[in-house]
């Protein structure tokens, strides 16, 4: 049992960069999320999929982008890195969105920009 | 707007002790889940334990078990014989009620308190 994998596990990127984070489920989960983990701050939705090609915005999109082209594949780029997007990042996913439904987390990348 | 407040930002407990990990939650919606995930220091995330709002009975799931008390708004958390491998971050969450296609930014968003670092002494 897979579940949520996410790579890379670390990345040091430098400020101007782009890079995807990859995320696959296998578990036919159609709602599928990005969170970003900050100190002091606790986990912050970015984006979110409630199926193949469909997104929206979470509360901190700003400088992300995502697609849902498969029900399995939710990518999360970064356009231009930024320090302040120095953060660890989770993939999650659920059955749905609804409230009863837990949702199941990836093991994380951790993105440092220097 | 939901919020999620967990006071504890550090709890100790002795092996095979019994501790509760507090949460409390503000909400508007009549329908929604609270959740508990554990993290440990190699920072993945893990479901604990699921108690919707509908829900009579407390939830428990092997040695965790959910204190539900909805007049009070607080969803503890209780693990029972405590051990060593029960060392970590512990966040309360919540998913509440929006209808999907609503648009908005919060449809199946989980609301994540501070946490509580857990540390079980042998």
């Known amino acids: 049992n897979a579940g949520v994998t996410q790579t890379p596990k670390f990345q040091v990127l430098k400020t101007g960069q782009s890079m995807t984070l990859q995320c696959a489920q296998d578990m036919n989960h159609e709602y599928m999320s990005w969170y970003r983990q900050d100190p002091g701050m606790g986990l912050r939705l970015i984006h979110y999929s409630v199926g193949a090609g469909i997104t929206d915005q979470g509360e901190v999109p700003n400088g992300y982008n995502v697609s849902r082209s498969t029900t399995e594949d939710f990518p999360l780029r970064l356009l231009s890195a930024a320090p302040s997007q120095t953060s660890v990042y989770f993939c999650?996913?659920?059955?749905?969105?609804?409230?009863?439904?837990?949702?199941?987390f990836g093991d994380g990348t951790r993105l440092s920009i220097l | 707007a939901q919020k999620i407040t967990q006071t504890q930002p550090g709890m100790f407990v002795q092996e095979k002790e019994a501790v509760t990990l507090d949460c409390t939650y503000d909400?508007?919606?009549?329908?929604?889940?609270l959740f508990w995930y554990k993290q440990p220091s190699s920072g993945e995330m893990i479901f604990l334990i699921y108690q919707g709002s509908y829900d009579e009975q407390n939830a428990t799931e092997g040695r965790y078990s959910l204190n539900f008390q909805k007049a009070r708004k607080s969803a503890n958390l209780v693990i029972s014989a405590s051990q060593l491998g029960d060392s970590a971050m512990y966040f309360c969450a919540m998913r509440g009620y929006a209808l999907e296609g609503a648009g908005g930014t919060s449809y199946g968003k989980l609301t994540f308190g501070q946490g509580t670092i857990l540390t079980v002494h042998p």
């Open positions: 909400t508007s919606d009549q329908s929604y889940g």
């Open positions: 999650a996913s659920s059955h749905t969105g609804g409230f009863n439904q837990p949702q199941h």
